[in-house]
Each structure stands twice: as C-alpha cells, then as structure tokens.
C-alpha cells in the first residue's frame, strides 16, 4: 500500500504547539529589503527636494538684493558675479567626487597654486604656440599628480582623507612658492588670457567652459558605471567591494579630477589677475567648494553627488558674498558666514533623512 503525503495540508495547518508562520511572499511577511526601484525613487525625491530648496534659496536672495541692492540688476554685476563664480563651480564639480566617495579635498587651492606657477614660466620662457600649448596642458597635469598622490595616500596607505590632503595643503602652496621663488609672475599674454577673458557671442567663454563642464560630470555621475560605482562606494564601500567593485581605483581617479580641475581653475584665476602669485591663489578656495557641494544637496558622509546643485550652491555662495560686501560689511565675515552655512546644509541633510 502506497502513502500519499499531503503536504499542502502540513504546510497550511500548523501542527500543535507551534504558531503558525507566514509564508514567504505573503502579505504577513515583512518587507527586509528595499526594491532598486524603490531606491532609485527614493534618490529622484532627494534629488528634487534638494534642488527645489536650494532655487528657492538663490531666488529669495536675488529677489532681496533687486529690493535693497542699489545697481543690482544691470549687466555688469551681472557679469561680475557669474565669471567670480566660475573657479567656485570649477573646484567644486571636483570636490563632489570626492565628497561622493566618502571623503574630502583640502589641498584644490594648493593645486591650483602649483598649476598657476608653472604656467607663466612655460609661455613666457618659450615663445610661441608651443609654449602657450604647454602652459595648457603641463600645468593640469602637475595637478592631476597631487591628486594622485592624495589619492594613493588614501587608497594604499589608508590614511583618513582629510589627514591625507591636509599634506598638500601645507606643502603644494610651498611648493609653488619655491619654484617661483616667491616672486609675483606678471604677463600680458592675450593669447592665453583668451581662457578667461576672451569672449563666444557676447559671452565669457570661462561661463561656457563652467557651464560645459557641469553638464559633462553631471552626465558622467548619472549615466555611466564610473558615476554608479562613485556613489555604491561613497554609500558603502565594504559592500562594493564585496560586490566586485574596484573601490581604490574609483577613489583615486575621483582624486586625481579633483586637482585637475582644481588645476584648471588655477589657469583661469590668473588669466583674470593677469599675474601668478603662489601666495594668494586659490586661497580659501577650499571652504568655498565645500560649502558649495554641502548646500547643493551632496552629503558629506557620501553616496551622493549632485553636480547641478554645485553649481546653484556656488551661485548662493557668491550672491551671498556680493550682498555682503555691497551692504558694508567686510569679506572677512564672509568666511564665518560659510563656515556657518556648511554646518545648517549638514543639520538640514541630516533632519531631511
């Protein structure tokens, strides 16, 4: 004689002394885990959440200064305020990849610095397209080296970011003053000067380039697996590498385009001055791209990285400083005026969550 088990029965009727148990898939069954799509959600409403509050912010701000800002609203001040901005939006596309993978930049202004010491002595000691080419190119690549090094100091050595960059920090603004000498490089060099002054249509091309940047990076963080596997290691970086993702190279290329970038901005920033002192460039320039980064949405703690909310928080950063400044009050109190906007960004961050 054959026996027929009923398992259907034995799995539906709980035997005795036992609770019954819901199934898996059932409606008893607890949610443990979160969909992608349900993430991906989640991302889009922080993002949007995000870039609302911070136009709204930039708009109230513009909307005071045309009410008590005598002069606010004409083409100059227009200008003024867009191309002083530009360095701001430049460093702090790069400081939102690093701030993306969990960790910080301090040393863009010392690389800024360096690139804005090797120029001149590249196109003024070599005549030329050649040398006005080089003065280009060498500079963001010497740049591009510190970022390397903080980025191997972070990723071989495990040295905590912001003790890894704090080394450039002190030491890449000596740097370039060693090679200088400490001596202010004056030129007039209209041809390499066209990156911040020249003009496309009426416009400074220095906005175009910012502009043209902000849309690339935004692209790259958005649309390809560098910008997915920057932000899975910013949100946790066990996991991605558990997962396969190669977290040291990611950290070091988001490294190595900060001070490039941080690079460029140094080209810029003495085409303007139309002379290089190691001294003063990109000084500061650090507490601007963090405040920038912070208050356009892209945690601190990483996983995040929103490249268009730099952009609207550097603006916020500079209209702050122009209504300041237009109000009588001094530039120094600008800095603790970010310093205390870096700390509300974060208190918001954290309560929006």
Known sequence: MVFKLDTESMQSEPQAGQEARPQPGSEASPQRTSSPTSQATGVRNWRRLAMQREVIVLLAMVLF???????????????????????????GIGMTLVVATGGI?????????????????LFLNIPGPGGIALAFVLPVLAAALCGVFNGLLVTRLAVQPIVATLVLFIAGRGIAQVVTDGSLQA???????????GKVAGVPFQVLLMLALVVAFAWVVRKTLFGQYLLITGGNEKAAYLSGVPTASVK???????????????LISISVNSSSDANVVGLGIELDAIAAVAVGGTALT??????????????IIQLLRYTLLAHGIPDAAALVVKAGIIVAAVYVQRRSR
Do not use: E, R
């Open 65 to 91: 200064n045309l009410i008590f800002t005598p002069h606010f609203w004409s083409l100059q001040t227009f200008n003024v305020n867009l191309t002083q901005v530009v360095t701001i939006v430049i460093v």
């Open 105 to 121: 930049d301090l040393s863009v202004g010392a690389s800024m610095a360096i690139s804005g010491a090797l120029a001149p002595m």
């Open 187 to 197: 030129f007039n060099t209209p041809a390499f000067q066209w990156i911040a002054l």
């Open 252 to 266: 070091l290329i988001a490294y190595t385009l900060c001070a490039a970038l941080a690079g460029l901005a140094g």
């Open 302 to 315: 990483g996983g995040k990285a929103f490249i268009g909310g730099t952009l609207v928080g550097a603006l």
